[in-house]
């Protein structure tokens, strides 16, 4: 398997709704990512996940709340959000050295806040 | 801190004709590595080639290939005989350590590739 799957593919949501998103990887990669793209940007991070544990938060609103329960997993809760934190949401693995290997993305959860 | 900087938002080639994209870089550190990255409407974001920044070969997969000026701080992705399924947008990206110690991927603006046929 090499894949990151994440689901839903596209989630609508209104600004009182809690609901999250789901990241899955079975290559054995130690560090998850989760990026914001907004249309017709680069990816911008918000987590790392380094061996289940939060390496870094890029001072993303509390609003959105990362969640590793074990190495092949990520989510990200959402709760409360505005209609500018709609975005595509991507989800990425790597192995230990990301920087020789590269990184493997996820298709996306397409987020419309309304 | 690495900074990716790619100047051209849009190029255009026809099916078969050769492109080059453009991307440069600034890095204080002395071994690093370079990816292009390529994010087709189906939204993935797919590795197309990647280049150590030690090596002096010019990495090649298939139809892409780099031009990697180390002197210069320059890594440009050439696509031959471009087909139909390159259109894109296409981001140069690199590592970056953060302060922490952990690794941060940085992307440039992009270029969106369109393929006329």
């Known amino acids: 398997d090499t894949e990151v799957t994440q689901t839903p593919k596209h989630l609508v949501m209104g600004m009182t709704n809690k609901k999250s998103l789901k990241c899955e990887q079975h290559?054995?990669?130690?560090?998850m990512y989760w990026y914001k793209q907004k249309a017709k940007k680069p990816p911008e991070l918000m987590f790392v996940?380094?061996?289940?544990?939060?390496?870094i938060n890029e001072s993303v609103p509390s609003r959105f709340s990362p969640e590793c329960p074990n190495s092949s997993l990520l989510n990200l809760h959402l709760h409360a959000l505005q209609p500018e934190d709609s975005a595509l949401y991507l989800c990425a693995s790597s192995q230990e050295h990301a920087a020789i290997y590269g990184y493997t993305f996820g298709s996306g959860t397409r987020l419309t806040v309304v | 801190a690495q900074t990716v900087t790619q100047s051209q938002p849009e190029m255009s080639v026809q099916e078969a004709e050769t492109v080059t994209l453009s991307c440069t870089y600034d890095t204080s550190e002395s071994d690093y590595y370079l990816f292009w990255y390529k994010q087709p409407p189906s939204r993935q974001m797919i590795l197309v080639i990647r280049q150590e920044a030690y090596k002096q070969q010019n990495a090649t997969e298939n139809r892409f290939s780099v031009n990697f000026q180390k002197a210069a701080k320059s890594f440009s992705l050439k696509i031959s005989d471009s087909q139909l399924g390159d259109a894109a947008m296409y981001f140069c990206?690199?590592?970056?350590?953060?302060?922490?110690?952990?690794?941060?991927?940085?992307f440039g603006k992009g270029t969106k590739l369109t393929v006329n046929p």
């Open positions: 290559m054995g990669h130690r560090a």
């Open positions: 996940y380094s061996y289940e544990k939060l390496s």
């Open positions: 990206a690199s590592p970056s350590l953060t302060q922490g110690g952990s690794e941060k991927l940085v």
